[in-house]
Each structure stands twice: as structure tokens, then as C-alpha cells.
């Protein structure tokens, strides 16, 4: 095996600029760092902005490769330019059904999505699967910690899902005409993400982070149930989404008798 890399030098930005045959080096040292096995691989140029893909098994569980480095997360209101159907179904299925959202959709979507922001991150390695809580989340990063894991920051987590996507979802800024944010059908949500992860196939799959008022990838249904209206049943998917009314009432001590409802996506750090 070539000498040993330090994944504090891999960053998100050359990892999509390696060759094949460098990035797959890179991939295998990582597996063989946290004692596991290059399970998937995938390279191609085609691919678009994340040419390559690796997963690694780890105590029977797949963990994506997710380069670190400078990036740019969270989402730019004033760069986004809702559509017809957007405003309609915001206008006449949310507003107009009184459930005291704000008549301006902007106004609303500044509180529950993180502005566009540059961070640093750890190269790291994110289970492809998110796992159900076992336990109330303040109790969760020690029990993750007995495994040698952690959860994800809530960076982590927006880096992880968009893989360097400025638009709204991870597969662009609208949602499929002819499916559903829940349950089976056709749909982008329902692929694997750029890194190979699987984010988001169900809106009821809501998940915590290392940061209590971030919960992301969900709603427990809250907005499907509701009748919220279709955007907004779908806007729990948005990468830059952190639903703060749901986190808040995961804090409180009905919510946290619901612990098993919710998800957390481990991490398994590199060095």
C-alpha cells in the first residue's frame, strides 16, 4: 500500500479533482485505518460534481467517504427564485389554511433553513443509513462514543447530504410532480446521494445532531399530517433545513418520550 495519507489534507476540492487510481488509494487507506473493508467504489467523470464514491464496511454497517476542507454549506434565499407552483401551494395550502405561517414565504424559509456559509470540516467517514435512537438524544453521543462513534455536527451533516449543491434539495431546487416524501415511489430522494449516502426517502425519518436545535432530514411527519401543503411537506429534505419547533420539542419531556422515533447517522472519525 502507498505511504500513509493524512486526512486532514484530503479536502472535498481535491478529492474531486483525483485520478482514479489515487482516489481509490485514498479510499482503501481510510478502510484500512478504521479496520474495515472497501465495500462500493465508484469513478467516473461522468458522475458530474463528485466524480468518485467510496463506501466502507465497518462492523457490518457502510460508512460513505465524505472530504472535508473548506466548503460551503447551508442555502442563499436571495440567489433562489421560488416557482409558480412553489408559491401556490405556500399561498393557497399553508397560508390560507391557517396554521399562522408567515404570508411571506421568504420570511418563513429564513427561519427554518441556515444561510449560505463557508466552513472547515473533518475528512470523516458518515454511515449510509441513519440508525434509530436507543436512547433520549442528550444521552446518544455517549453510547455512539462506546462504539468508537459520534453524531455528526450539524456542518457535517448539510456537507454530507448536498455534496457541494447550491440548490434547495440535494437533486435541485424543485420536487417530483409524481411522488411522495414519504413512503414507496418514484423520486430523486429515494437514490443514493453523491457520497452514497441515502438521505431523506421518508420525511417521517427525522434526524439529530451533535447540536440540539438542529434536527435535519425530517419532521416525524409533522407537516404531512398536518396538511401543511405540498411544499411544505416537502421542505424537510431541503440539505439546509433544521426544523428548530421540531428540535425544540425533542428537548421537552413529551418529546423526549418519542426518542425512538427519531434517527441519528453516525460518524467514525479519520485521522
Not at 463557508?118 to 467517514?125: E, S
Not at 458518515?126 to 453510547?143: D, H, I
Request: aromatic content about 10%; some cysteine.
Amino acid at each position: 500500500m502507498p505511504s500513509a495519507v493524512s486526512f486532514a489534507d484530503l479536502t472535498f476540492a481535491r478529492w474531486c479533482t483525483l485520478d482514479r487510481a489515487t482516489a481509490r488509494s485514498h479510499a482503501e487507506q481510510a478502510a484500512h485505518q478504521v479496520g474495515g473493508t472497501l465495500a462500493e467504489w465508484e469513478s467516473d467523470p461522468a458522475r458530474g460534481r463528485v466524480p468518485h464514491r467510496a463506501v466502507i464496511e465497518r462492523d457490518g454497517h457502510g460508512f460513505a467517504l465524505i472530504p472535508g476542507g473548506e466548503v460551503r454549506v447551508g442555502f442563499d434565499l436571495a440567489a433562489w427564485t421560488p416557482t409558480a407552483e412553489q408559491l401556490r401551494s405556500y399561498r393557497e395550502e399553508s397560508v390560507a389554511g391557517g396554521f399562522g405561517f408567515d404570508a411571506d414565504l421568504f420570511v418563513h424559509l429564513a427561519g427554518v433553513l441556515t444561510p449560505r456559509r463557508t466552513v472547515t470540516l473533518p475528512t470523516v467517514l458518515m454511515a449510509v443509513e441513519a440508525e434509530a435512537l436507543s436512547e433520549v438524544p442528550a444521552e446518544a453521543a455517549a453510547v455512539l462514543a462506546a462504539r468508537g462513534l459520534r453524531p455528526p455536527t450539524p456542518d457535517e451533516w448539510e456537507h454530507a447530504c448536498g455534496a457541494g449543491a447550491e440548490t434547495l434539495f440535494r437533486w435541485g431546487d424543485t420536487y417530483p410532480a409524481d411522488s411522495s416524501p414519504y413512503g414507496e415511489g418514484p423520486g430523486p430522494h429515494h437514490l443514493p446521494n453523491a457520497f452514497g449516502l441515502r438521505f431523506g426517502y421518508s420525511v417521517y425519518e427525522a434526524e439529530v445532531t451533535s447540536d440540539p436545535g438542529h434536527v435535519h432530514g425530517g419532521d416525524g411527519g409533522e407537516a404531512a399530517c398536518g396538511g401543511y401543503g405540498t411544499f411544505l411537506t416537502w421542505l424537510p429534505m431541503a440539505t439546509a433545513n433544521h426544523n428548530p419547533g421540531l428540535a425544540a420539542f425533542l428537548r421537552e419531556p413529551d418529546g423526549e418520550d418519542q426518542y425512538e422515533d427519531f434517527f441519528v447517522r453516525p460518524v467514525v472519525e479519520l485521522r
